[in-house]
């Protein structure tokens, strides 16, 4: 038998907080728990977190030094007839972005163009190449989107000769900023600035509102540039706090009724309906935002630009068709290198656990779409993922990499600086570039890295919980109650719940290696309710008892609503621990699951496998006990192989 081998973060009840919170907002228990462990407390916060557009926000003038600037140089532009270029990116918050700025620009009268590197040729952001041709081409103004904060030299060759530039980006700041005539970057606003999460959309949004305000001429243009801002800020993964939780409460709203053409061809080819009253972020992030990237990844980005820009429904649904059969092609890629990445990995299963992280690299790979391969190791693994394919006859390595919470990627990154040729990212994932020479020396830097913020337990998929739940709580009243928590995401993520011991009624494989579960709780007599647990195909059949961490669905079927669980975690049934047990964990040797925990006060470590069997031994002895019960207790000697790896491995898993 396998399971997943997880660790469990369960939030620590506060009742008495709980209690104050359900007088002053009548929220079910398990939501105010949820809302208490979001860390919004006071009155005011809560109030802004249920109604974001309860908050009175500064005017973005008084919040951006460069804004009134930007808008003075766009004007000009616009009304001497300048031409001018947007610079954009090929993921989603850059396709948006240049949709979005080439809608408002085009509105305002401009002379608007844009160019969008190519991610394999080019790489990422504006470069001296698309500036020279820019020079070439008559061009006055260079309007960077989503880059261009680290473009230091690109930059300054704009400046030599005769351009005007405008940075728009959202990336972290590099020592020296570029010499542009303006920049606008929420990392350059106090921290305390509704504004400070903003997707490179936000900033254009921002940008496009103000100039259409200075010219009179914002009518009509408001909801198609909210609509695209909701868009790309739910693709890009930022933070759903401040502005961007209240602007994407409106634009959830909006979406579904959309005017424009390619949001509602978009919207037709994945199968959402206009009859939904708001769309959802989990729509964005996994039916329409994958289908904008793909073609960033895969294909060419002018599809997505034409897409969102145009007017005509024609060319709208057939660049959406475009864009289908696109990401059909990506998922097709993604999974035959998931599978390959997989091999590699199992076929040396002690590395990535004696380096404390997963560095793969192969040929031929696509480095359009590794980094979304990455997210899927560090799902199925646990660990910080460097993953990357080699490029220009295998002298150089090109990645992508994906971290977990205890291991900061761009922090890892600058650890290796002087053996890579280049990189950035964030806190949670990043890309980077170095000679395949040098492949040895990046894992052991890496792994002296890992070394310093990880510990053995670090090393599995970490489930975070918000509370535990009873079925009979698992109501459709629960559900629209998470519903009122909208936008959930990055920075505000889906409740998720667990209950023990449950009993698995029924379980079978479903469409691409799912398992579809009938579950009750306590009994065989209760209310069955139905569970997915998606890509866990390698873990049929589940055991009859078993510990469950899940979100909540809503299945709607013929106007009927049934609650469904979304399975995100699992794990043997708990057992009661003495009240001086103070570390408990699982894990998984020679094929079988085991749970131990360990008592500080008598020293002793327990150790019980799946058969009810356990293993006690006092620190310091060499003679242990084994059995299921007191009655049927044995002396066994623990310097014996078979139990001294045993002891070792759950030693290391619980720290000690």
Known sequence: MKLPDQRWQVAVPNPKQVEQLIKTTKLPP???????????ESSNAIEIYLSPETQTLPSPLEEFPDLEISVKLLKDAITTEK???IC?????DGMTSTALLLRALTHLGADVHYKIPNRIKDGYGINEHIVEACANEGVGLILTVDNGITACKPIQRAIELGLSVIITDHHNLPKKLPPADAILNPKLLRETSPYCGLAGVGVAYILAVTIAQSFGLLKGLVNPLLELFTLGTIADLVPLVGVNRRWLKRGLRKLPHSKLAGVQALMQVTGISEEQ???????????LGP???????IGEPQIAIELLTTDDPKIALERAMQCEQINNKRKSICEKIEL???HLIENTPILWKRDRVLVVIKSQWHHGVIGIVASRLVERYGVPVFIGTYEENSSKIRGSARGIKEFNIVEGLDFCQDILEKYGGHKAAGGFSLSASKLEAFKQRLSTFAHQCLKTQHLKPLVIIDAQANFKELTTNLYQSIDQLQPLGIGN????????????????????NHIKLEISQNDYNQTEIYAIAWRWGEYFPLPKRVDIAYKLTENDWNGNSKIELDIVGIRLPSYPLSASDQKSEIFQYQGRNYRCSFSATEKKLKIRNDQGKVLAVKRGERQGFLGTTRENLQ??????????????????????
């Open 291 to 297: 289908r904008i990237n793909a073609v960033g990844r």
């Open 83 to 85: 031409k001018i270029v």
């Open 493 to 512: 993520p889906f409740p998720v719940f667990w209950t023990p011991n449950i009993y698995i009624v029924k379980q079978r494989i479903v469409g691409k």
């Open 635 to 656: 002396n066994v000697d623990i310097t014996q192989q078979r139990y001294f790896d045993l002891i070792k491995i759950a030693m290391e898993v619980l720290g000690l």
């Open 340 to 342: 390959e990445a997989i």
């Open 88 to 92: 954009g990116d090929y993921d989603a």
């Open 30 to 40: 398990l939501i105010a728990q949820v809302i208490i462990n979001r860390g919004i």
């Open 277 to 287: 009253k708001q769309l959802k972020p989990d729509d964005i992030g996994f039916r």
